[in-house]
């Protein structure tokens, strides 16, 4: 089992440089020399170590380190965005031609793109699972969408170590890994405070008659009548209660976790919203899955994204503690072919396609292969992080915890398989960003025994599929250096190369262990959420 935390001395030697060097001297000279982003993404390199370019378009100046940035031995807050569901190619950045997102780009332009960060698990709740406790999904308690799973008391969250260094902790989105009255809420995890939904079947509303705060429910006066229109659209609640919360956080580190429920279904937004006025009367004639203007409202949703992040920073910056606050930016599982029809196989948007070169990443959300685990994942911390740097470093999910934990000086616990990022995003010399010795995927949703495998060790990834009829499975093996699109199988020339892989994956299963209910009259399939999700479906036939 890998041990992931880098030795003490060498935290401490880059906790010190990050707080103390207010602009990295690498940042005039990347090592590699001029490397265009795309050919980074086409050819990600798996094991060596970042590979730093030049921005894709011309960054903004680096603000000049200003009397506002720490000293040495204050430790930097946290923010971690989450958009849901949102694809590794769905920004603009990235060359997309229909999506709107000036903000994430400029995000990118002023902080540090991994091309290989991957999700933690094909679908959210799996991945969550996995962020925010450090562990991959054969060692964490949700694998997949499975209903009735949550984390484990015995778990240590992000939240958990962070509160335990001083920080104060707080989350506003969409939860999806334990829902009230069991052992997975929230607040149970580590979060002074937590608001939005815990239940991911109660976050496909962005209309909802109430949502939770601290495990207490909040209603919201003018929801309810159809699960597409109301008074309270919930993203706006939640970021307004997002910043109200940072603006009251003075002095204090701070960890913010974001879990927006934006771009995910079912896509609705306000009429007056000026990303859906931008939207709105696009003609876009592609099918929808729900209503016929589906394709136009996820476009606005991931525009009030874009445009919400964009508060956050504005925010940090009106606060003045931009510069002593690390952003992360990122998605939680590969992105869905939404909108799919003959002239758009790989959905309207095509979240795993290159728009610049029309390479695809196999598969998509729910799928182990690389279109169900790439996600964008952004890192921004003006002055520490080298603006416009691209990164191929190979980590996952898992790796979020032990690099919070190392900025914060607090230790990271010995069953997180996750590595310190550090390293990368200080611009360190090569040697000094450990590697995974390999990535571990699984995902139970047809149960344990039926389990879909993938394990990544360098270039080489294994995956076990369900045969056709599901009573078997079978091997497959692909080298993502010479094959991203994972449509060339070595398994039979390569045999000692999957059995080696097999063999880790052997090693990196633990059969999973779910968290409690405590309470059953609140926990999801008791009477009350079960009403709730009966008369869910109800106003969804009867308004949709
Ligand atoms: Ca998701």
């Not at 996952?396 to 310190?420: F, K, R």
Request: glycine share 12%.
């Amino acid at each position: 089992m890998e041990r992931p935390t880098i030795s003490k001395c060498c935290a401490a030697a880059l906790l010190a440089a990050a707080l103390a060097a207010p602009s990295p001297a690498r940042a005039a000279d990347p090592p590699d020399g001029p490397r265009p982003p795309a050919a980074a993404d086409a050819a990600a390199p798996a094991t060596p170590a970042p590979t730093l370019a030049p921005p894709a378009t011309p960054a903004p100046a680096t603000p000049p380190p200003s009397s506002a940035a720490p000293a040495l031995g204050e430790r930097p807050s946290f923010i971690h965005i989450v958009l849901d569901d949102w694809g590794y190619y769905e920004w603009a950045g990235m060359g997309h031609g229909r999506l709107h997102t000036p903000r994430i780009d400029r995000f990118a332009a002023e902080g540090m793109r991994f091309t290989q960060i991957l999700a933690g698990g094909a679908v959210g709740a799996a991945s969550r699972s996995a962020l925010l406790t450090g562990r991959h999904t054969g060692h964490t308690a949700l694998r997949s969408n499975r209903r009735r799973r949550q984390l484990r008391d015995a778990d240590v969250t992000i939240a958990e170590v962070l509160r335990g260094a001083g920080y104060a902790t707080a989350g506003f989105g969409k939860w999806g890994v334990g829902d009230r009255g069991t052992s997975g809420a929230p607040e149970r995890q580590g979060f002074e405070l937590f608001f939005g939904y815990y239940h991911p079947l109660h976050a496909i509303t962005p209309f909802p008659r109430y949502l939770v705060k601290n495990g207490e429910i909040v209603p919201q006066p003018g929801n309810g009548n159809g699960i597409l229109r109301g008074a309270a659209f919930s993203h706006a609640v939640l970021l307004r209660a997002a910043k109200d919360w940072l603006r009251a956080q003075a002095g204090r580190p701070f960890y913010l976790y974001l879990p927006w429920t934006p771009p995910h279904g079912l896509w609705g937004l306000p009429k007056d919203d000026p990303a859906w006025q931008r939207f709105r009367d696009i003609g876009w004639n592609v099918p929808g899955e729900y209503t016929r203007s589906d394709a136009q409202r996820y476009a606005a949703l991931l525009a009030v994204a874009d445009r919400s992040i964009g508060e956050v920073l504005d925010l940090l910056g009106e606060l003045g503690i931009a510069d002593s606050t690390l952003v992360i930016l990122s998605g939680d599982n590969g992105g869905h072919s939404y909108f799919r029809n003959r002239r758009h196989p790989a959905g309207f948007f095509a979240p795993n396609v290159d728009p610049k070169t029309g390479a695809r990443f196999r598969g998509g959300k729910g799928s182990l292969y690389e279109g169900g685990l790439r996600i964008p994942f952004l890192a921004r911390w003006p002055g520490r992080i080298q603006a416009g740097a691209v990164s191929g470093h190979l980590g996952y999910l898992p790796d979020v915890l032990p690099t919070l934990a190392a900025l914060a000086g607090a230790e990271t616990p010995p069953q997180v398989d996750g590595i310190s990022l550090l390293p990368t995003l200080l611009g360190a010399a090569e040697g000094e960003q450990r590697q995974h010795r390999y990535l571990y995927w699984e995902d139970d949703r047809a149960g344990e025994k039926k389990r879909l495998i993938a394990v990544r060790m360098g270039e080489w990834k294994a995956l076990r599929t369900p045969r056709r009829l599901g009573f078997s499975h079978r091997w497959w093996l692909y080298h993502l250096g010479e094959d991203p699109g994972e449509q060339n199988d070595l398994s039979r020339h390569r045999p000692e190369v999957l059995a080696s892989l097999r063999a880790l994956a052997e090693e990196a299963h633990q059969p999973p262990q779910n968290g409690e209910v405590l309470d059953s009259k609140q926990a999801f399939g008791a009477s009350r959420t079960g009403r709730v999700l009966k008369a869910l479906r109800r106003w969804f036939v009867r308004w949709l």
